[in-house]
């Protein structure tokens, strides 16, 4: 459910990104209280067509009984509506229409030692997770390993920059740049895998890392999670979040032949319906035509908005970058992508 929040603060942090504070009443104080890591979606009807997008809260999270503050970096998307829209017209004042905070790449305080690798405006969730976490909980310690093209367009330089003054025994930074030199500190260049496999070790003591929070592009992402793996770090101790899979690289699945006639049965706020599915049609595309409150935001594979448990049936997802292996093997799916692969599906989006 989307509600209509103000516009507190809009601030320029790079010459193609922004930082937005909504303002959040009394009444939905509770309602829109964060845990570190988690996203929120907004819509905008622009031209007569709906626009949703999600964005990463980067303030922290306030305990029981504080005013949440809900802060959140915007990066230009080049052909980005909305993105576009808060960069050059978004202002103070204005109402944008804001759902409450959700996704499962999170970081709740607790004692242990913790570590970010991160690109561009990946720093976004992570920047609430340190700051809450090295706030919250003092037997805890958090490395940040982040990458940026430039420094003139690194997201967050000052957020980051006081939680390495007020922390700096439990917080350890390392910026690397990929198209500038630095004057000290890591030699520019891309973080991939051969890279991250040879830095890590050097960095701090990785297996007895409590977990491993990976947060950017795919080839960034991918290249650390296969750099944690080989070097031993167990699956659940890795937890990744995806911010852009349309370079080409991001691998999608074989096209299946769906069933001529298949049916979708969908449960969602206590209320089911089945459907014709319509050819080529994802499986939230179906529900959609007939309950246009059904859960989602990117629509790419990238947000997990649209998670539902296939309770029957069978289904092919085009791609996954949101639900971590321990939910797809619970049954866990992405109705955005899913297509049916057997001539009756079921999903329910309540679970």
């Given at each position: 459910m989307f509600h209509p929040l103000r516009v507190g603060a809009v601030e320029q942090l790079t010459d193609d990104s922004v930082a937005v504070t909504f303002e959040v009443p009394p009444e939905l104080h509770e309602t829109f209280r964060h845990t570190p890591g988690q996203h929120l979606a907004v819509r905008r009807v622009m031209d007569g067509e709906e626009i949703r997008r999600t964005y990463s809260i980067c303030s922290p999270a306030v305990p029981a009984?504080?005013?949440?503050?809900?802060?959140?970096?915007?990066?230009?998307?080049?052909?980005?509506?909305?993105?576009?829209y808060a960069l050059k017209e978004l202002a103070v004042g204005d109402v944008v229409e804001v759902m409450p905070p959700m996704g499962r790449f999170l970081l709740p305080p607790r004692p242990g030692h913790f570590a970010a690798v991160v690109g561009g405006s990946g720093i976004t969730p992570v920047?609430?997770?340190?700051?809450?976490?090295?706030?919250?909980?003092?037997?805890?310690?958090?490395?940040?390993?982040?990458?940026?093209?430039?420094?003139?367009?690194?997201?967050?330089?000052e957020e980051v920059a006081d939680l390495?003054?007020?922390?700096?025994?439990?917080f350890h930074l390392v910026t690397v740049l990929s198209r500038e030199e630095q004057q000290s500190g890591l030699p520019s260049g891309r973080l991939d895998?051969?890279?991250?496999?040879?830095?890590?070790?050097?960095?701090?003591?990785?297996?007895?890392?409590?977990?491993?929070?990976?947060?950017?592009?795919?080839?960034?992402?991918?290249?650390?999670?296969?750099?944690?793996?080989?070097?031993?770090?167990?699956?659940?101790?890795?937890?990744?979040e995806i911010f852009h899979v349309d370079d080409g690289s991001a691998p999608v699945a074989a096209p299946v032949v769906a069933p001529a006639h298949a049916s979708l049965t969908a449960?969602?706020?206590?209320?089911?319906?089945?459907?014709?599915?319509?050819?080529?049609?994802?499986?939230?595309?179906?529900v959609l035509r007939s309950r246009a409150d059904a859960p989602y935001a990117c629509k790419g594979g990238v947000c997990g908005t649209c998670r539902a448990f296939l309770v029957s049936g069978d289904v092919r997802m085009d791609r996954n970058f949101a639900l971590e292996p321990e939910e797809t093997e619970a049954g866990y799916?992405?109705?955005?992508?899913s297509h049916p692969a057997t001539a009756e599906v079921e999903l329910d989006f309540d679970r």
């Open positions: 009984g504080g005013v949440p503050v809900l802060r959140v970096g915007i990066r230009l998307v080049d052909g980005g509506e909305f993105s576009t920047l609430s997770m340190a700051a809450t976490l090295l706030a919250d909980e003092p037997d805890a310690r958090f490395c940040l390993i982040r990458s940026d093209r430039t420094a003139a367009s690194t997201m967050f330089l390495k003054d007020r922390f700096p025994d439990r895998r051969e890279r991250l496999t040879a830095l890590l070790p050097a960095l701090l003591p990785v297996a007895d890392v409590d977990g491993w929070f990976l947060c950017g592009p795919f080839g960034l992402v991918r290249g650390a999670e296969q750099a944690l793996r080989g070097l031993g770090v167990d699956r659940g101790r890795i937890h990744q449960t969602l706020d206590g209320r089911s319906g089945t459907w014709p599915v319509q050819e080529g049609e994802s499986l939230l595309e179906t799916v992405l109705a955005c992508q």
